[in-house]
């Protein structure tokens, strides 16, 4: 399932309501997009790496079929 989060809020209010719904992992297309970069989180550890959007895709879903 996917969320996207379209509220019309600050991002720092967005992010923080996505940990406390408990989402696994966040991507965020922000800034960095205009470098070809998402923002890919992991709730669990707070790692936070840059991915191209076809990695970020890739890696979701080899964590899908894993579990």
């Known amino acids: 399932e996917v969320v996207l989060d379209d509220r019309d809020e600050r991002a720092g209010v967005k992010f923080k309501d996505a940990d406390l719904i408990g989402f696994p992992f966040r991507v965020t297309v922000?800034?960095?997009?205009?470098?070809?970069?998402?923002?890919?989180?992991?709730?669990?550890?707070?790692?936070?790496?840059?991915?191209?959007?076809?990695?970020?895709?890739?890696?979701?879903?080899n964590i899908i079929k894993a579990v």
């Open 30 to 61: 922000g800034k960095t997009i205009n470098d070809g970069f998402v923002e890919y989180k992991t709730r669990e550890t707070g790692e936070q790496e840059k991915y191209t959007p076809e990695q970020a895709t890739e890696k979701l879903i």
